[in-house]
């Protein structure tokens, strides 16, 4: 988990796809793999630690980024660190409680629904504490967000939005496909890790 959410910061600052996506949104959604991994096959409890090591991991990439200035300030803004402390805890939390619900039925079906409403709980939370213009933040800690405030053709040809929306519903989208391609690694994995304990 360490490793995804270190390179899922790393990646976040390489930009593609006309800036609708960055390559840290194609590597955080393993995150939510790592813990219905470590649920299916160690339990609710050992998905809970592992969520906690990569949200301390989170904190610590945070706290480094807040001190590398930029052109227009911090790598890692205000705003962007709580929504993404918020939006990862809550999400990784309920994707467990959601597998939890879900694992005795056919075995595809608690990985993906699980992912799925994590997925659209992290979207919406990291992307609305993050970005939205409708929170009472200091001014200070919207000076290096308010870029994401711009009007802009939604997804680059839609109508008019601000360009926070097209980056958290592309970003949402991302997560989606991920997570159903991510059933077969979970899948391969699972059997492999299951079959070494019996």
């Given at each position: 988990m360490?490793?995804?959410?270190?390179?899922?910061?790393?990646?976040v600052?390489?930009?593609?796809l006309?800036?609708l996506?960055?390559?840290g949104a194609?590597?955080?959604?393993?995150?939510f793999?790592v813990t219905?991994v470590?649920?299916?096959?160690?339990?609710?409890e050992?998905?809970?630690?592992v969520?906690?090591?990569?949200f301390?991991?989170g904190?610590?990439?945070?706290?480094?980024?807040?001190?590398?200035?930029?052109?227009?300030?911090?790598?890692?803004?205000?705003?962007i660190?709580?929504g993404?402390?918020v939006?990862?805890?809550i999400?990784?939390?309920?994707?467990?409680?959601?597998?939890?619900r879900?694992r005795?039925?056919?075995?595809?079906r608690a990985?993906?629904?699980?992912s799925?409403?994590?997925?659209?709980?992290d979207?919406?939370l990291?992307?609305?504490i993050a970005?939205?213009?409708s929170?009472?933040f200091p001014e200070a800690?919207?000076?290096a967000i308010?870029?994401?405030w711009?009007?802009?053709?939604f997804?680059?040809?839609?109508?008019m939005?601000p360009?926070?929306?097209?980056?958290?519903?592309a970003?949402?989208v991302v997560?989606l496909?991920?997570?159903?391609?991510?059933?077969v690694p979970?899948?391969?994995?699972?059997g492999s890790?299951?079959?070494?304990?019996t």
């Amino acid at each position: 988990m360490a490793i995804i959410v270190v390179a899922a910061n790393i990646l976040v600052q390489f930009i593609i796809l006309d800036g609708l996506l960055t390559w840290g949104a194609f590597t955080y959604p393993l995150a939510f793999l790592v813990t219905d991994v470590m649920n299916r096959v160690y339990g609710a409890e050992a998905a809970r630690k592992v969520v906690f090591a990569g949200f301390f991991t989170g904190i610590v990439c945070s706290l480094i980024g807040s001190q590398i200035m930029l052109e227009f300030g911090p790598a890692v803004p205000l705003r962007i660190a709580i929504g993404s402390g918020v939006a990862f805890l809550i999400a990784q939390t309920l994707d467990i409680k959601v597998f939890n619900r879900l694992r005795e039925g056919a075995w595809w079906r608690a990985p993906l629904a699980s992912s799925v409403v994590g997925s659209a709980v992290d979207t919406f939370l990291f992307f609305g504490i993050a970005f939205s213009a409708s929170l009472p933040f200091p001014e200070a800690a919207n000076a290096a967000i308010n870029w994401s405030w711009e009007s802009v053709p939604f997804l680059n040809v839609g109508p008019m939005a601000p360009l926070w929306t097209s980056l958290a519903f592309a970003d949402w989208v991302v997560k989606l496909a991920i997570a159903m391609v991510a059933l077969v690694p979970f899948r391969i994995i699972v059997g492999s890790l299951t079959a070494k304990h019996t």
